[in-house]
């Protein structure tokens, strides 16, 4: 991001008369992350994947709006750089992005999605990130994507490397009926 743009840690104005944590228009919550999370951990499959997968889709919906906002501000060809840093201001983790010929790679160290979960037997929990993923590869490649979790340090053994890894790739078109 050039010099002239604030990093989102430093645009969000904490509005403590309104009670409310904004960047410009969009206003944020914050919340613990084993809060949020421990609320996964005690709902059933399959409520509890139904339900990840809403929030996933809430991103994507939603988080569209902020990447779009940071499209805007930096362009194209840094809008990658700024959700790094917009993701570690958030407390997202630390987010590195790479592309191959099968579509954008995302490896988050520190998931606070992962942290948060106590459940390690129930899959990936980092939906919030693969929304947020998903809302990223669309809006580059203006096309529709899927993504997926393809590693979640939430299923690693306690001490196991905290890395979580997503595939974000074009979406399969949906078959005739």
Not at 11 to 38: I, K, N, S, T, W
Not at 92 to 105: A, C, M, P, S
Not at 159 to 164: K, M, R, S, T
Request: overall charge neutral; aromatic content about 6%; charged content about 20%.
């Amino acid at each position: 991001m050039t010099s002239t743009c604030l990093q989102l840690h430093q645009r969000l104005l904490f509005d403590l008369a309104a009670g409310q944590v904004l960047d410009g228009p969009r206003r944020y919550v914050l919340m613990r992350a084993d809060v949020l999370m421990g609320a996964f951990d005690h709902l059933p499959q399959p409520a509890r994947e139904q339900t990840l997968q809403a929030l996933g889709t809430s991103v994507t919906r939603f988080g569209a709006d902020s990447v779009r906002a940071y499209l805007a501000q930096v362009g194209p060809d840094a809008l990658l750089q700024a959700m790094v840093q917009g993701s570690a201001s958030l407390g997202w983790g630390i987010w590195t992005f790479r592309r191959d010929g099968t579509g954008l790679w995302l490896e988050v160290r520190n998931s606070p999605f992962a942290a948060g979960s106590r459940h390690r037997d129930g899959g990936p929990v980092c939906h919030a990130i693969a929304g947020m993923l998903e809302a990223v590869a669309q809006t580059l490649e203006q096309a529709p994507m899927r993504v997926r979790e393809v590693r979640c340090a939430a299923c690693e053994e306690p001490g196991g490397p905290a890395i979580c890894l997503f595939h974000a790739r074009p979406a399969s078109p949906e078959p005739a009926h």
